[in-house]
């Protein structure tokens, strides 16, 4: 694995959603570490669901202009990764060894895929290791140490 790192939707929800302003604060160091070291992926997936949930499900939903801006600065800030064929196929075998839904095997076989060490989400099992290269971490459970330095690769 590359160091890379993969992060879900809730994280950069999270990043325009000054709601839990904790949660705000951290998910933009992840961000800034991210563009310090070119290594921050989402997915087409990722994207996707940002669009829904911040249009839609949080207290004050963004204007559909204000979205568009939004989606154009994650693509200058991450690298987005396209769901393929092969992403779909990897996803199933995730679904079945380790039983999570299908969306959130999505999101790991991405991960997988575009050779990230680290996957941080608040919504999966946080400690686990999937195919010995891929570590979930929730980033709002973190350690200390690992506080001081958000984006390890340390897997």
């Excluded at 396209?82 to 039983?99: A, D, G």
């Excluded at 290791?129 to 891929?134: C, S």
């Amino acid at each position: 694995m590359k160091g890379n790192v993969f992060l879900d939707t809730n994280i950069i929800v999270y990043l325009f959603d000054k709601t839990d302003a904790i949660k705000h604060a951290s998910a933009k160091l992840f961000i800034q570490e991210c563009l310090k070291k070119h290594n921050g992926h989402i997915s087409t997936q990722v994207v996707n669901e940002f669009v829904v949930v911040i249009s839609e499900k949080i207290k004050n939903p963004i204007p559909f202009e204000e979205i568009n801006k939004r989606i154009t600065s994650l693509s200058n800030m991450l690298i987005i990764s396209p769901l393929v064929f092969l992403t779909c196929k990897k996803s199933i075998e995730i679904k079945q060894r380790y039983k999570y839904s299908y969306w959130d095997s999505l999101i790991i076989s991405s991960a997988l895929l575009n050779e990230c060490s680290i996957l941080y989400t608040e919504d999966m099992h946080g400690g686990q290791v999937i195919d010995g290269k891929l570590k979930i971490v929730n980033p709002f459970k973190i350690t200390q140490s690992e506080r001081k330095s958000p984006i390890s690769t340390q897997a």
